[in-house]
Antibody, heavy 118, light 108 residues
């Protein structure tokens, strides 16, 4: 069965960086893309961008351009999302999601809480 | 950027009743690339509907989606206790992919 398992919660200081991992299993990793979505406490879902696991092509949300980098390691079927220059409003649960054949987000990771606090 | 507006913000209904949730887009959603997700507290979103009207794997047939262009609807024909949650629509036909602000379905 398809599973996306994310790394554990992180606490970071403002200005630091965080790198969240998303390990995929149960399907051919390079046949699907991975998207990243975040959710601030008590708020809705915010799209961050996506990466093709086939060729590494990326597309980032404009507001995060220059601070976010998405990568994949096909040898371990793992996707990564790094966010730099963290601010308090980056505090959120970060989700990875598989981009299905029709481009819908068909499977999601369990989420990783990133807390930015001095 | 396509802005999705969901209504109502909160819907209070009883088990067994019919729920109708709306999602309106600021411009036409290409090829009906519109999805609906359900999210319960402390859980990740779960895909319910994609392509505006196709049910995802394992989703009960009491959930149905309809619409095209700028107006979309999620209908739950007879509410079960486990259906009370927050529902989000999402368009994935153009970049950036965007989500609606959510509709909270609560027990009356």
């Amino acid at each position: 069965q398809v599973q996306l398992v994310q790394s554990g919660a992180e606490v970071k200081k403002p200005g630091a960086s965080v790198k969240v991992s998303c390990k995929a299993s149960g399907y051919t990793f390079t046949s699907y893309g991975i998207s990243w979505v975040r959710q601030a406490p008590g708020q809705g879902l915010e799209w961050m961008g996506w990466i093709s696991a086939y060729n590494g092509n990326t597309n980032y949300a404009q507001k995060l351009q220059g601070r976010v980098t998405m990568t994949t390691d096909t040898s371990t079927s793992t996707a990564y999302m790094e966010l730099r220059s963290l601010r308090s409003d980056d505090t959120a649960v970060y989700y990875c999601a598989r981009i299905g054949m029709g481009a819908e987000y068909d499977y999601w990771g369990q989420g990783t809480l990133v807390t930015v606090s001095s | 950027e396509i802005v999705l507006t969901q209504s109502p913000g909160t819907l209070s209904l009883s088990p067994g009743e019919r729920a109708t949730l709306s999602c309106r887009a600021s411009q036409s959603v290409s090829s009906s690339y519109l999805a609906w997700y359900q999210q319960k507290p402390g859980q990740a979103p779960r895909l319910l509907i994609y392509g505006a009207s196709s049910r995802a794997t394992g989703i009960p047939d009491r959930f149905s989606g309809s619409g095209s262009g700028t107006d979309f609807t999620l209908t739950i024909s007879r509410l079960e206790p486990e259906d009370f949650a927050v529902y989000y629509c999402q368009q994935y036909g153009s970049s950036p992919n965007t989500f609606g602000q959510g509709t909270k379905l609560e027990i009356k």
